[in-house]
């Protein structure tokens, strides 16, 4: 009965991604979430690698680099794990989660989406012959819960709404049966926390989505932000994404970018090619106002997209040409200047075909007022032109671009 009581949920609902934050993160784990530093198991123990402090000295500068891009150093020392420890779920997972953050900077290709897949059911399939011989085994019912997880994430990305609603009902299973084997430690409690927070974030903000959260027990919001901050300071593998998600519920769901400022600083500090940490800390400074750090930050964006970095794309590019032309019109006051990035702005979008982007439309504007100043009328048509087909009805700029296009229909 709940999982056809979820899928008709999620049939009807655009941003019932939201759901899955609740299901899929509620055992988020990464790569930096696998070990813990206190003991070294024998060298034939493949059951239980999760505390094995080996493992961890082998596997640190490895996540290090998938955390920052450079994927085909990571996937060579996690086919390494793969051959030393065949039979553990570990290096597959590891290998999956290689595949998971090459789609970060744009999580619509779907390039990835097979390779990832194919690993997250190894590693399932690897768990469960684990988990058949003992049920007790919190490592192999950690990996189930974690390979399922983000198989729903993805399946939701890509609006695969059955396959995502099983999958993150049987991650939700093997959550409960890790939590009554062991005990949550710093390192592994992150999970819990987010589904504190997010338990009662999201019926707060869709509460066409409560009925789905009667099946679940009832979180506590305020202590999942201090376990989300008792991880990020305590912890050492977990670290990261503790902080990771700290910096997007600070800027985005509690609407507190100054507290999320420091935290996107030392994640691009520390991972400085991570495409999505990058422009993720372009986006708080825009938001702050902080004009010298901002017009830096993004320079450095459109100058490894320059040079074909990995991860660094139109999105990317998107958002750091326009905070230039921000930058380049408060700062420096050159109206010239900024009109070359708003160009910018405008190709990146229409590469990506982010056309409903508020950038895109805000750099159509700004493109058709410049026109409009230098009685350039047809030039500033061309702009309002598009501002007003990809724009909504209701939003300001579409009643701008319509108005304008009818008054000087005739030029």
């Known amino acids: 009965m709940l999982i056809y009581l979820f899928y008709s949920l999620i049939k009807s609902h655009k941003s019932i991604f939201c759901v899955f934050i609740l299901i899929s993160i509620g055992y988020h784990i990464s790569a930096q979430e696998i070990i813990n530093e206190e003991t070294i198991y024998e060298e034939g123990d493949e059951k239980n690698l999760l505390d094995n402090a080996l ?11 998938m955390y920052n891009f450079k994927f085909d150093r990571a996937a060579g020392q996690f086919n390494w794990f793969k051959e030393k420890y065949p039979e553990h779920p ?23 989406d097979e390779t990832f897949i194919r690993y997250m059911d190894t590693s399932i399939d690897k768990a469960r012959k684990i988990y058949q011989d003992d049920s007790e085994n919190a490592e192999a019912a950690f990996f189930l819960a974690a390979s399922y997880a983000f198989k729903s994430r993805l399946h939701a990305e890509r609006k695969h709404w059955a396959r995502a609603a099983f999958a993150g009902k049987s991650s939700l299973k093997f959550l409960r049966k890790g939590k009554e084997t062991e005990e949550l430690s710093p390192e592994l409690l992150l999970g819990d926390a987010l589904y504190n927070y997010y338990s009662i974030w999201i019926p707060e903000n869709y509460p066409m989505l409560k009925p789905i959260l009667l ?42 970018p100054q507290e999320a400022l420091p935290i996107a600083e030392y994640l691009h500090q520390t991972f400085p090619d991570n495409a999505y940490f990058h422009r993720y800390y372009a986006s708080i400074l825009y938001t702050l106002g902080r004009v010298a750090d901002l017009e830096r930050v993004s320079q450095r964006i459109l100058e490894k997209i320059n040079t074909q970095m990995t991860g660094y794309e ?25 009109q070359i990035y708003y160009q910018k702005t405008i190709e990146f979008a229409e590469q990506t075909e982010d056309l409903d982007s508020g950038y895109y439309h805000a750099a159509l504007q700004q493109k058709a007022l410049y026109a409009h100043s230098l009685k350039n009328y047809a030039e500033a048509k061309k702009y309002y032109t598009l501002l007003k087909k990809y724009s909504k009805n209701k939003d300001s700029k579409h009643k701008e671009a319509k108005e304008y296009l009818k008054k000087y229909k005739k030029y």
Not at 55 to 65: F, I, P, S
Not at 322 to 336: D, G, I, P, R, T
């Open 90 to 112: 570990l290096p597959y997972f590891l290998l999956g989660l290689n595949e998971w953050w090459k789609m970060m900077p744009d999580s619509r290709i779907e390039t990835h």
């Open 215 to 256: 099946f679940f027990r009832k979180g506590d919001q305020a202590l999942g932000l201090e376990q989300l901050k008792n991880v990020s300071q305590n912890a050492f593998y977990t670290r990261t994404e503790a902080q990771y998600f700290l910096m997007r519920i600070y800027r985005s769901d509690e609407n507190k």
């Open 55 to 65: 493992v961890q000295m082998e596997a640190t500068a490895a996540v290090n680099d």
């Open 314 to 338: 139109g999105i990317s590019g998107r958002y750091a040409a326009y905070y230039m032309a921000f930058v380049q019109q408060l700062k420096y006051q050159n109206k010239e200047k900024a």
